[in-house]
Each structure stands twice: as structure tokens, then as C-alpha cells.
């Protein structure tokens, strides 16, 4: 008679099968040594010339446990809400069965470290020996431009202290021959250190091997190596590929990048204005207006930064930052701004004319400048709802709308106290800077409302990520996007064109006027978070939502 196992034969059965975890305990218990365990993890030598540390991960033994997390977590002394090494999951199908595969990730050390490159205080070094891209937490400010320069948003930024930090692949630990936490406490040796060749990671970061559904590799060459046996898994999808998530807001951002771009609009305008024969009666307003709106927007951008008392420190990257410049140039902008509004107010205390035009040239000039360092910012990190098309257009529109306006409203303002004769003049002007405003706004609206049919492509196009969140997630901020931006750049620039009429009373043509300018910046105020926000570039893989 054959003998049936009962369910305490399997149970016991099945408790006979040690985990790793299990043997690990057992590796201790019979005070077997283990430090040759973890020590054959981690390189024997040093990395040569030419060469640097890196992680590698062998995908199919991770399991997903998160013991690496925890580890780096509790050996780092992280906060409670901070990370630096997170496990998402892949999903593919092979010989007709769905696969999922567990993924763990840190920091890539990358030969070409975005990080460090847009850093605007130096807070990044690379390590010319080891390749470890690390952070000098005491020289960073808290700007968090290098969260958005990584393509794989790496750095985290730490609320408590004010400034980003990140993996840092143990050092101290490998300097003493032991393995970074990660790595030692993985259960099934998933993760391992080893040395590996620049221009061998840049070349496959060029041919774009490195793990399906990721960032472009070739933006910054991470020197991690993900290996399996598995050929499915090069057609693989994140398993949150298909629910795009809204970015992080920076409100400070979005209101430091409108308020420029309208001082820059408003500097070109006057200039413009003035060069063109403006009448007599055109005084300091506009001036004042780009001076004002530029002042505000150099404060809102202070708002932003987790240490706002060391901001002074954010030229160190001159040389390699497109933040360091955008400061540097709105700084200029800001100084000569001054010295063209007192020119403005006070003209016999500068002496000939063309000194004054001088300076709103250079003032026009030092805007414009800092306007291009803006796009940069933005269009070097290769995100496809921040590309040159769509940045450039967008910048430039804003300046453009938003300038006229505020430079109307100004002229306006100046009107209610000037004679018959010098209304006479300025209402032409008004009515020039309305009509610009009105096709600059349209335009704008007109560009942005063609990227909402996007959508249809769904969530494998990026571009068609950021319809989607537009039009879902963000649904309520696009509507009132829309509605200001029509309400303030297409219906009331002709009321006001019609109201600024030296005949009729100017008080009219200003209570159409300022609502106008009000309506024209809180669109862009949204649309401008949206651009933030909207933004959804291939990421590295997470969980379903």
C-alpha cells in the first residue's frame, strides 16, 4: 500500500528546503567564516587607468525582497521618507507566459554624469580612480537642478536638511575592502561591485545596451551592467509604463521663469518702442515694468532653494552650468534694468541720448541672454516635452504676450495723467502692444492645444505620456490654463484696442487692461507648473500604481 503524505509531511518537507536567508543564518550558526563570501563581491584591485568602479546585477536572481533597500536605508542613516536605492518591476511575455522581473537600482556612477555637469556649485565630483560619482553635501544648495538633469532621478532631495543627496556606492566601505550595504545584504547575491572599462560602457551606452524601457543610455553612459539569461527581457515594459504620474511641481520655478520672460519681453518691447520714433510722452514705465518683474522674479527663484542663504554660490559653475549662467545673466539684466529705468526717469542726469539707448540695449541684450540660458536649462537634458521645438516657442511666446501686455497696462497708467496731446500719440502704441499681445498669446494657445491629440498614441510615446496627464491627472489645471489664456490673450486685447482711444476716458481702456495682463500671467503661471509637471521621459523601472 503506498504511504499518503499528509499536509504535515509537506510542511515539513518544505521546511527542509533552506532560503538563502536561511543558509546565511546557518553560515552563522556553525560560525562559518563569511567575510571571503562578501569579499569575492567587491573587486580585489583597485580600477587601472581608464577604468572605474560599477554595479552589476544579475536580474535573474534578484527576487525583489528589498533587502537592499533596507540595508542602504539603515547603514546610511536616511530619513524616514528617503531613499537612494528603490526595486521596480518589468513585464514581458516569453513562450506565451507573462514574466515579471524584479529590478534593483541605485545610483549608475556614470562615466558622463549629468549630475555634476548641471550642477551649478560644483556639489558633484567624480572620482578620477574609483569612477564614484559622489556629492559634497556641504557645498550643494538646495536648487535641485541636478533631479532633473538625471535621467534616471537619482538624487533625492532631503526636505529636513535643504539639500539633494545620493549613493555614494559605499565608499568608505570599499576603501576598507567591504562591500557597500546593498550588496552585502542581498540574500541572493544579486548585486555585485566590479571594475569596469570607460570606453567600453560608453560604447554600449552608444548602441544602447542597458535595460529595456530606460532612459537613452547614451545621455550620460551608466556604468551599471544589468545581466540575464532571459533574451525576453529586452522587449520588456515597466510596470508602471502604461499610468504616467505627474512630475513634481516647483511653483517658485514656474513663477521666476514667467516673471522673466515677461521683464525680458517687456525690456524688448520698450526698446523697440523707442528706437522706432516713440512719441516724447513715453516715459520710464516700461523701464520700471522690466526692472520690477525682473527684481520679483530673481526673489521667487531664492524660494526655491533648500538653502537660500548660500545662493551667492550658484556662479561656481559658470563654466560648465547653464543655471550658473541663467543667474549671471539675469543678474547683468537686473543691474543694467536699473541703470536704463533712472536713465528713463531722470534723462538729463545721463547725458546725451545715446547713452540711454545704450542701456536699454544692453538691457534688452543681457535679458535676452538670460532667456536663452532658461531654454538650456531645460533642453540639455533630453527630455522630449522639454526639446528645443517646444521650449524655445513656448519661452518666446510667454516673453512676447506677457511683455506687450505689461508695457500697455504701463502706457496706459502713464496716459491718465497726460495731457490731450500726449494721449493723441501713445493710444497708436497701445493699441500696437495689444495687437502683439493678442497673436502671441493665440498662437501660444493654438501650439499647446495641437500637442493634446497626442494622446492617442497612449503611453509608449512620451510626448503622448504628457497629452495623457494633461488631459487626465491635470485635466482641472489644463481647463483653467485655457480659460485664462483666452480670457486675458484673446478676448479682452480687443476691448481694450478699442477702449484706448485718447477721446474716451483711459480709466476704461485700464479697467480692461489690467485683467487682461492679470488673466494673460495666471495662464501662463499654470501652463508654466504644467511644463514641470507634464513632464514624463522614460524612467527607470517602478510598480504599478
Known sequence: MTDVLTPLDYWLADQGRLTAVDRFARWHEIAEPIAPRYREMIPMASPRPGEQYAFEVDLDACTGCKACVAACHSLNGLDETESWRSVGLLYTVEAGEALQQSVTTACHHCVDPACMNGCPVDAYEKDPVTGIVAHLDDQCIGCRYCVLTCPYEVPRFNERLGIVRKCDLCADRLAEGEAPACVQSCPNEAIRVTVVAREEVVARAGRGEFLAG????????????????????????????????????????????????????????????????????????????????????????????????????????????????????????????????????????????????????????????????????????????????????????????????????????????ADAAARTELAPLVRSLVAATMLAATLKLAIEASLLPRARRGATDELGRSALLLLGPLRAQTARRFACGIAGGVVLPPLVALLADARAPIGFALAAALPMLALLVAGELWERDQYFRAAAPPRMPGTPA
Open 214 to 417: 530606460t532612459p537613452d543610455p547614451a545621455l550620460t553612459a551608466p556604468a551599471t551592467r544589468y545581466l540575464t539569461a532571459r533574451p525576453a527581457l529586452a522587449s520588456a515594459v515597466a510596470a508602471d509604463a502604461g499610468s504616467p504620474r505627474p512630475a513634481e511641481g516647483h511653483p517658485p520655478l514656474a513663477v521666476m521663469l514667467v516673471l522673466t520672460q515677461l521683464a525680458v519681453g517687456a525690456s524688448v518691447a520698450d526698446t523697440v518702442l523707442r528706437l522706432f520714433g516713440a512719441p516724447a510722452g513715453l516715459g520710464a514705465e516700461g523701464p520700471l515694468v522690466a526692472l520690477g518683474a525682473g527684481l520679483l522674479a530673481l526673489g521667487a527663484s531664492v524660494l526655491h532653494l533648500g538653502r537660500p542663504l548660500l545662493a551667492w554660490r550658484a556662479i561656481i559653475g559658470l563654466r560648465h552650468s547653464w543655471l550658473s549662467r541663467e543667474i549671471v545673466a539675469f543678474g547683468l539684466f537686473a543691474g543694467v534694468a536699473t541703470l536704463s529705468a533712472a536713465a528713463s526717469w531722470w534723462p538729463h542726469a545721463f547725458g546725451p541720448r545715446w547713452a540711454a539707448t545704450a542701456l536699454r540695449l544692453a538691457t534688452g541684450a543681457a535679458g535676452l541672454a538670460g532667456l536663452g540660458c532658461s531654454m538650456m536649462i531645460y533642453i540639455v537634458t533630453g527630455r522630449a516635452w522639454w526639446r528645443a521645438r517646444h521650449t524655445v516657442v513656448k519661452f518666446t511666446l510667454t516673453a512676447a504676450a506677457c511683455g506687450s501686455a505689461a508695457v500697455a497696462v504701463a502706457t496706459l497708467v502713464a496716459m491718465l495723467g
